[in-house]
Every structure is written in structure tokens, then in C-alpha cells.
């Protein structure tokens, strides 16, 4: 079992920055893929990002690459995000998965945070 709290959404104006975290717990973190999604208001939840349990593999959306840049330690996944945009404007999810990593494709990761509201004005 993995516990997930997401931190660091907020109000920004487009083209400025936002970094979110994710603080994960569990006996065996660092065998666990780590994933951000994000869900805007009547849209289906979408991937973004993804970093496999080695730290060797990274997935993007191609929406996002050159903006956002994930990264991991031990004990928390990060999100970079730069030169927002409004339609960025979603909730924003932490996931897990026990395999060697998330891909793209993937939308039932089994772990979940509670999402963080990033909120982009034009």
C-alpha cells in the first residue's frame, strides 16, 4: 500500500510556473512507478507524466513535453510545470503503480492522491 498527498497547486497567471510535489509513503516506494494525471472540469482524466521505479524511464504527453519535467527522490515525485497556459487549468493527480512503469496508455494506475487544483488565468 501507497499513501499519496499532492501539494503545490494554485492560482497562476499564464506563462508562470508551478511545481507540485507528491509525498508518498510505503515500505516500497522506490519499486513503485510514479505517474501525474489530470482531469479538467467534463473532460476525461489525461496523462501527463510518468517516471518508472529505476528513474530511468520518462513518459510525456506530447501536449507537454519542453514544459513540464517530472522527477522523483525517495520519498517524493515532482512536477515542473513552466509557461502554463489556461488550458491547463485541471486537477491534477498523483499516481502509483506497482509495475516498472506507467505508460501513456495506462488509466487505472492502482494508487491515487487526492488531486491538487491548478488554476491558469489567462
Known amino acids: 500500500q501507497v499513501q499519496l498527498v499532492e501539494s503545490g497547486g494554485g492560482l497562476v497567471q499564464a506563462g508562470g510556473s508551478l511545481r507540485l510535489s507528491c509525498a508518498a509513503s510505503?515500505?516500497?516506494?522506490?519499486?513503485?512507478?510514479m505517474g501525474w494525471f489530470r482531469q479538467a472540469p467534463g473532460k476525461e482524466r489525461e496523462f501527463v507524466a510518468s517516471?518508472?521505479?529505476?528513474?530511468?524511464i520518462i513518459y510525456y504527453a506530447n501536449s507537454f513535453k519542453g514544459r513540464f519535467t517530472i522527477s522523483r527522490d525517495n520519498a517524493k515525485v515532482y512536477l515542473q510545470m513552466n509557461s502554463l497556459k489556461p488550458e491547463d487549468t485541471a486537477v491534477y493527480y498523483c499516481a502509483a503503480d506497482g509495475a516498472p512503469s506507467i505508460r501513456p496508455t495506462t488509466t487505472n494506475p492502482p494508487y491515487w492522491g487526492q488531486g491538487t487544483q491548478v488554476t491558469v488565468s489567462s
Open positions: 517516471v518508472s521505479a529505476s528513474g530511468q
Open positions: 510505503g515500505r516500497s516506494f522506490s519499486s513503485y512507478a
